[in-house]
């Protein structure tokens, strides 16, 4: 079944119930309202049941394979989780008086997910995943005396399910490589159990998920970009056509009608391989040359033109990214290098006004999400004093043209 496919049938579902239409013509939301308050699906494995994330239990690898077939969602998607993130992160232990307790939090940054794994390459992963899937997830781990974290790691999030509730309430989740078809049998994906982040509880290992406020599910995150899957599959399906075109050498269809021939199925199928491999492809020959016995049995080639196909689609191509930059509530194309037509590019203020807009709306709230969720967990021991904060260039014009001037070798020098 296609990407796509999986998409209508999770729109159909919701997560809640069971898809019973297949048929991917029809239009993929049209049953997702109806359908909110319905029951979920659940899953089982052998630490315990869980809820269903899509009708295939996939639906965060279908959001991956997304990613990965639009330039535009994906440049996107990719800025977006950079600028949430920052340049890196600043911190000030001087509130811990004993040099002991100063050195313990120095080496908790620099290695809380593993040698060199430290806490800001921790906020990066978070931070893609959110803008990717609408979600991030935490692994915390503490000691036996539960006043130091051992661990603390950013989950992907498609191997992150909730536990079946109890009482309408998630309070454990089952963790795993992937989820989806074909799971069961993927190597080293044997499923974990963790409890779900309680700050006064003593479990030593916990999971903290937390999800996009605005997704409308009630146990997963959703991205807000959704809504424009239509579109980021045709931007793959745009591509298509340009790299088939340029396969082609841009050689319009042609209709060739082979005229008085009885032949076989066998012998037709060799006729139209013969003259495909001759007109067709970045290696056609500029001649294609058919062999009659008389003027009777000579082809006849009748080009299948489109008229201004062209700017149809640069059009709808046109069209498609203002689609997909409106589910990312793009404020302006050029911050993310999307070029509009008649405009070479905004000005020096323009930028400045749509990037300070676009941070207001965007960035900072999913920042403000993200850098919560690491405080609470550094609460927990007494960590939160550090006052955690994410450093982040000033963009204003100086910083704009600087970065135009800077650093620019001359041939002098």
């Given amino acids: 079944m296609g990407v796509w496919s999986n998409v209508k049938e999770y729109f159909s579902s919701n997560t809640y119930v069971v898809a019973t239409e297949t048929n991917v013509s029809t239009n993929p939301l049209e049953k997702s309202v109806e359908s909110l308050n319905g029951r979920y699906n659940i899953g089982t494995t052998e630490v315990g049941n869980y809820i269903k994330f899509g009708s295939q239990d996939d639906f965060s690898i279908v959001l991956e394979k997304m990613f990965k077939q639009s330039p535009v969602h994906s440049g996107i998607v990719t800025k977006k989780a950079k600028m949430v993130a920052g340049n890196d992160i600043s911190y000030n232990v001087e509130a811990y008086k004993t040099p002991a307790k100063q050195a313990e939090i120095r080496a908790f940054i620099t290695n809380c997910a593993g040698k060199s794994q430290g806490l800001y390459s921790q906020i990066v992963h978070a931070s893609f995943q959110y803008e990717l899937h609408g979600a991030f997830a935490f692994y915390i781990k503490w000691n036996a005396d539960h006043n130091k974290i051992v661990e603390l790691s950013s ?95 841009f050689t319009p269809k042609v209709l060739a009608t082979f005229i008085g021939r009885n032949m076989s199925n066998e012998q037709k199928r060799e006729e139209y391989n013969k003259f495909k491999s001759s007109f067709v492809g970045s290696e056609a020959e500029p001649v294609v040359v058919s062999w009659v016995k008389n003027k009777d049995e000579a082809p006849d080639f009748k080009t299948l033109d489109v008229n201004n196909l062209d700017k149809t689609v640069d059009i709808l191509s046109r069209l498609n990214d203002a689609k997909i930059l409106t589910a990312h509530n793009v404020t302006s194309p050029t911050l993310f290098g999307v070029m509009v037509a008649g405009k070479l590019g905004g000005t020096g203020n323009e930028l400045v006004t749509a990037y300070q807009i676009f941070r207001a709306t965007e960035t900072l709230p999913n920042r403000h999400l993200l850098m919560d969720a690491v405080t609470r967990i550094l609460s927990t021991v007494n960590y939160n004093k550090i006052g955690l904060t994410v450093v982040e260039e000033e963009i204003n014009l100086e910083s704009i043209k600087g970065a135009n001037t800077t650093d620019i070798p001359t041939k002098n020098g």
């Avoid at 989806?180 to 998920?209: C, I, W």
Wanted: hydrophobic residues 30%; without cysteine; proline residues 4%.
């Fill in 155 to 249: 989950l992907d999030i498609k191997g992150v399910r909730a536990e079946e509730p109890t009482d309408g309430r998630v309070t454990h989740y089952i963790v795993r490589r992937r989820f989806g078809v074909a799971a069961t049998s993927m190597q080293h994906n044997t499923p974990k159990r963790y409890q779900a982040f309680d700050k006064f509880s003593k479990s030593r290992e916990q999971v903290l998920y937390m999800k996009n406020p605005y997704s409308g599910n009630k146990f997963y995150g959703t991205p807000n970009y959704v809504s424009a899957f239509h579109y980021i599959n045709a931007d793959f399906e745009f591509g298509k056509h340009i790299r088939n075109s340029a396969a082609n050498s």
